[in-house]
């Protein structure tokens, strides 16, 4: 079950992540857990949480995170919450928090009651800022930003003590609580830390703590003139809930030990902090500022777009969450980052897809056929099969007429070598329906090529000739007078290179974009059962890919998005790796 992406969620099939129930080795954080657990610690409890800033949509890589958190918890009979750090009110926004509780739900997670934000312990947060003032742990600091930054010193010189440390206790704790009523201007002080401008970790150089900002938050208003920053906030909202295992990406291994510290310092519960490789996606970008700007500057649609890493993006482009989470399962937890090439996501979007989605007709360039002894007005019902992964879902039955489009890119006057489709006195076979062969070529004025005249052979409609001939080349094609017209947008990768966030530091991310990264193509047909399709319904348009329903669409004008093509080069490796 491990990479089964059928399987519904983490909650409903715990094994299937952990690899438990059928003997594989478990990866190193649920090593830890188990252990944990055995040794009785925590009283046995496993607490997780999945704590996003309210300040972007979520991304593929966020998925990852999403899924260990809630799967570990639910392996081990615990617990996950899901917690807004909104403690930055300039970039947060209620519209960010909507999204992303969407999306979680969405991947297939619920936190029940479980939802908490970093600002229902605003109060509680301060009285532990003022105890470390008491205790001579944290100061007031009149210093600009610019005159802290340079006093931080490097990784090889030490930091520089700013002349407000020698500060007394009585009167950090009258400026602390003066900046939180709003006596001073945004800048004119800070709260740090006080703990060695010369350490190794440059994280342990007198931190900031709280800085004046004089907004509202969107969701204790007016109340505050002063927010926690982040990493102040970060551990001890684990610490409130009581977080056993606080699981994050590399990049915050240096602050654990600053966490440690201000957990230490003010004798409260003590979470395990265990970080994991973040995900890196070949031909992508995961951080939310870069995604932000593409979106600012207009260079996609919006945040959904089907280009960007983004889950609402993704939806939008026909991923499903069984294809995701069984993404997320396969590469695993790791120490060391590593860039997993997108073709191995591509594969388990066609894996799920091939399972679900209903195989249909869809002729994206059009090139009309009259059938020139098939009888004028007359038009015949033909069987064809929904999906042949699902016998349960049946049949449907598409209209045959004496006129029909098919795929220009179908036809070659002059065809080369290994080209068995449709040429001049060639014969092809019509998906669900009878031989066809091509008679004459019609031109416009301009020397285009605007229609086939052909014949068909009415003996051949169970799909083989009754004298035994052979044809290399099967068609899919629609009826002209009942197919839909549709606007269809074709996707590939945003950007060329293969690691954009590396070679951008050098090039610029927009010199790297793929100009091709979206065709859209208008006036495509498609049969008439696609003409009542509702936005997020995925389909196979045989021989192009997997195609979704664009939320843009409306009855009258269908838009459908290309999720994946084809192609399948994960399939091949994937069967290698089998023993």
């Given at each position: 079950?491990?990479n089964d992406?059928t ?22 954080i ?5 252990a944990?657990?055995a ?5 046995g ?8 800033e309210?300040?972007g949509?979520?991304h ?12 570990v918890?639910?392996?081990?009979g ?12 300039l ?20 936190w ?18 003022v105890?470390?003032?008491?205790d001579?742990?944290?100061?007031v600091?009149?210093s ?8 931080r010193?490097?990784?090889?010189e ?5 002349p ?18 709003g006596e ?8 740090r830390?006080r703990?060695d ?7 342990m150089?007198?931190?900031?703590i ?22 102040f906030?970060?551990?001890?909202s ?10 994050c ?11 440690d510290w ?6 409260v519960?003590h ?9 890196n996606?070949s031909h992508?970008?995961?951080s939310?500022?870069t995604?932000?700007e593409?979106v600012e ?7 959904d777009?089907?280009?960007?890493p983004?889950?609402s ?9 069984e ?8 590469i ?12 191995l996501?591509?594969y388990?979007i066609?894996?799920?897809l ?26 015949e019902e033909?069987e064809?099969?929904n999906?042949p ?10 209209p045959f007429?004496r006129v029909?489009y098919i ?22 076979r019509?998906k669900?329906?009878?031989?066809l ?11 285009d090529?605007?229609e086939?005249?052909?014949?068909y ?21 629609v009826s002209?007078?009942s ?6 947008r ?26 091709a ?6 006036g ?5 059962s ?9 389909f ?12 843009d ?9 290309r ?6 080069s994960?399939?091949?490796?994937e ?5």
């Amino acid at each position: 079950m491990r990479n089964d992406p059928t399987r519904k969620t983490a909650a409903a099939a715990p094994e299937a992540q952990s690899g438990a129930a059928n003997g594989e080795p478990l990866d190193f954080i649920r090593s830890i857990v188990a252990a944990d657990v055995a040794a009785g610690k925590h009283d046995g409890r496993v607490v997780t949480r999945f704590p996003p800033e309210p300040n972007g949509y979520l991304h593929i890589g966020h998925a990852k995170s999403i899924c260990l958190n809630f799967g570990v918890a639910a392996e081990y009979g615990g617990r996950c919450h899901l917690r807004f750090d909104d403690t930055n009110p300039l970039k947060e926004d209620p519209h960010y928090v909507e999204s992303i509780e969407k999306d979680v739900r969405w991947l297939g997670f619920d936190w029940g009651r479980h939802l908490y934000h970093a600002s229902d312990y605003f109060e509680r947060l301060y009285d532990y800022a003022v105890q470390l003032v008491q205790d001579g742990k944290a100061y007031v600091d009149s210093s600009s930003e610019e005159e802290i930054r340079r006093d931080r010193g490097t990784v090889t010189e030490p930091g520089k003590e700013s002349p407000d440390r020698a500060r007394s206790v009585q009167e950090n704790l009258d400026l602390l609580e003066r900046m939180r009523r709003g006596e001073f201007d945004d800048g004119a002080y800070v709260l740090r830390a006080r703990i060695d401008m010369a350490s190794p970790n440059m994280k342990m150089r007198d931190p900031l703590i709280y800085r004046v900002r004089r907004v509202p938050h969107h969701r204790t208003g007016d109340a505050w003139n002063i927010y926690p920053m982040y990493d102040f906030a970060h551990c001890f909202s684990d610490s409130i809930e009581g977080i056993t295992h606080s699981l994050c990406t590399l990049e915050f291994e240096n602050n654990r030990e600053l966490y440690d510290w201000f957990l230490d310092q003010v004798h409260v519960h003590h979470p395990q902090q265990i970080e994991f490789a973040r995900l890196n996606l070949s031909h992508t970008v995961m951080s939310k500022r870069t995604l932000l700007e593409l979106v600012e500057k207009g260079i996609v649609r919006g945040w959904d777009d089907p280009r960007l890493p983004t889950l609402s993006g993704l939806r939008r482009r026909g991923y499903t969450p069984e294809a995701i989470r069984a993404f997320c399962d396969r590469i695993g937890v790791a120490k060391r980052d590593n860039l997993v090439d997108v073709s191995l996501l591509e594969y388990y979007i066609r894996e799920d897809l091939n399972k679900r989605a209903k195989r249909v007709m869809a002729v994206l360039r059009p090139l009309r056929v009259v059938i020139d002894n098939y009888p004028e007005g007359q038009v015949e019902e033909l069987e064809a099969i929904n999906n042949p992964e699902d016998p349960e879902v049946g049949t449907r039955r598409i209209p045959f007429s004496r006129v029909l489009y098919i795929e220009r890119d179908d036809f070659r006057e002059d065809p080369p070598k290994k080209f068995f489709r449709l040429a001049p006195g060639r014969e092809v076979r019509l998906k669900h329906a009878y031989f066809l062969k091509c008679e004459e070529v019609v031109r416009d004025d301009a020397g285009d090529i605007v229609e086939l005249r052909c014949t068909y052979d009415p003996a051949t409609k169970s799909g083989s000739a009754t004298d035994g001939r052979k044809v290399k080349g099967t068609l899919h094609w629609v009826s002209a007078g009942s197919a839909v017209e549709a606007e269809v947008r074709l996707y590939e990768h945003l950007f060329l290179s293969a690691n954009p966030a590396e070679a951008g530091r050098e090039e610029g991310l927009e010199s790297l974009l793929n100009p091709a990264s979206l065709e859209v193509v208008r006036g495509a047909r498609v049969e008439p059962s696609l003409a009542t399709a509702h936005a997020g319904q995925r389909f196979q348009f045989l021989r192009h890919g997997y195609f979704c329903v664009d939320p843009d669409s409306a009855p009258g004008a269908l838009v459908f998005n290309r999720t994946i093509g084809l192609r399948d080069s994960w399939s091949k490796i994937e069967k290698k790796q089998q023993p």
